[in-house]
């Protein structure tokens, strides 16, 4: 979703929770957890589906497009924002904002230091308005090494694939276990 998009969603789950009574932070974290898995699982069961009629290279176009368009859906569905975020981007649209660049820089640290949580969570004031952020780690398996690994292990077709797709992808070089990025969801309080 694109940053003019997200503020659109964001700013129209504002109007609608101040119109209907400030949501609590208990329900926000509820409902951001209920975001996070639903972008997640569809995402993991449409790669799956995708590996297996086209392999890996035709994964590389589809987790792009899916994951954009089921982050916009869930995000209108749920008056609020879902998406994911990296340090080391392979799609622009998922550059980190400051907050959430802190907070995956944070992720790692907690990763190596054997502290990683199953998700941070803080009410921040912007502007005037609350809003809940909530982020969960994506961390990197067997799976995702395929098109995140390192070059050597990476199949050439899905290489050339990715870099004809995203000829500035940063995302690659990850062993298994490390922080990919993070689910980034972000829940209107009101005033």
Request: with cysteine.
């Amino acid at each position: 979703m694109n940053i003019i998009a997200a503020t659109l969603v964001l700013k129209l789950a504002l109007a609608a929770g101040t119109a209907q009574g400030e949501t609590t932070s208990e329900q926000a974290i509820t409902r951001a957890q209920g975001m996070v898995k639903q972008l997640g699982s569809g995402l993991k069961s449409e790669l799956q589906i995708a590996v297996k009629k086209s392999g890996f290279v035709g994964a590389v176009s589809a987790c792009g497009e899916i994951a954009q368009a089921k982050a916009e859906q869930i995000s209108q569905a749920n008056g609020a924002m879902i998406h994911r975020v990296s340090l080391k981007t392979r799609n622009p649209a998922n550059m980190a904002d400051d907050y959430e660049r802190l907070l995956l820089e944070r992720m790692e640290r907690d990763l190596a230091d054997g502290a990683l949580k199953e998700a941070y969570v803080e009410v921040v004031v912007k502007e005037g308005e609350k809003s809940l952020r909530f982020m969960k780690p994506i961390l990197t398996s067997a799976f995702c090494l395929n098109c995140h690994g390192v070059e050597s292990k990476i199949k050439p077709e899905v290489a050339a694939q990715l870099s004809s797709l995203y000829p500035e992808d940063k995302a690659r070089g990850y062993e298994e276990n490390q922080v990919r990025g993070a689910f980034s969801v972000i829940v209107p309080l009101g005033r």
